[in-house]
């Protein structure tokens, strides 16, 4: 486009410092609520409300009252900055570092890209078409197509918040393990002929790049993600916690670890199982993962649930169904359910 | 200016950017022929791989995000 903006420089230049100002001072102010957010919800549950310390109540309310903040502030830092950073990350950018990449190393790159990528369900089909006719190997198209929905920031944030880093961490390093071993086993496995023969006849067009861009338009990408994310998610996350609240308080420990702890073998295969068919975003399911973890299921078996849940769904499937048959479809479910389930197993035994 | 496409596969950010882009052309009064194409040929033509996009005059100006109107009369050179 040849015609910009008519606003005159001069006064653009000021409202791009003022803007830069208030988020600075925006970021500040949350970071000091965040660091008080204790000492806030211990306030009002014990002074301003006077609830008897030690009471089921008590705890299910502080618990409520310092979570729901904790976690959307959390939610709304991280969506943020991930939109900033995605800006830097298209699609387009991935496929010419990953075209003609060899196997393995090509794995691990794609399953990071597809972290990095901004991703939606919707786009899988094009996503795949571009990246093969570009000479991505099938197996490194796969990786990056696991990770983006396995790899999830909103399911990244909830699990920190409310599970601590080693969880989080946990399930972003095996999420990551599974997209790169996934996508190498069906490489390894040279599943081309299964591929819809009149995908590689698309002429596939040079990369179209998105307007490039300014700081300012990142940070309007990273408002514009937390007002599509968080306004999305916002409500599960306290309808999630208002579940955990009342479990902290009330439920006894152990409820569940007759049928979903770590010493029940079938447990694993049947999370894994209920989930691939079931489909639901990450803010969806993390409060019947803290719901069944708060009553004594074990880690692995819940975090199994987790990734089938968002990993494998079934409209996924049904759009690429498009442009891959049955077998590589079915291997792609089989191959991913594998990895949870190793996941599963791995973390009822370690942990 | 002849031409805005809306390319995607009919899920619902597309038919969210579809929208905001014909408003504002509607808005504006502009005599624009303002289409949705669903087809993969298209968006694989002009190299696109993450929907929604919004293509003008066969130029891609926006992949893989619902543009806000203010954005969408800035492209047009309307704002």
Redesign the interface.
Known sequence: MTTLSPVAPAPRQTIVWQRAVLTGVGLALLVLLYTQLQRIAGFVTYDLVSLTRGSHLASAVEFFIFEVPKVLLLLTGVVFVVGVMRSFFTPERARQLLAGKREASGNVLAALFGIATPFCSCSAVPLFIGFVTAGVPLGVTFSFLISAPMVNEVALVLLFGLFGWKVAGLYLATGLGIAIIAGWIIGRLKLERHVEPWVWQIQSGSAAADVSKTWTDRLTDGRAAVREIVGKVWLYVVLGIAVGAGIHGYVPTNFMASFMGRDVWWAVPLAVLLGVPMYSNAAGIIPIVQALLGKGAALGTVLAFMMAVIALSLPEMIILRKVLRPVLIATFIGVVATGILVVGYLFNAVM | MNKIEVL????S??KETFRVVRHVVEQAGLQVEVVKDES??R?????????P?VV?DG????????P?ADEVR????I?
């Open positions: 995607g596969p009919g899920c950010r597309c993969i040929e968006m694989m033509a002009l190299g696109l791989m993450a929907t996009g003008i130029k891609v100006v926006v992949s893989g995000r619902i806000k800035r492209l047009l050179g704002a």
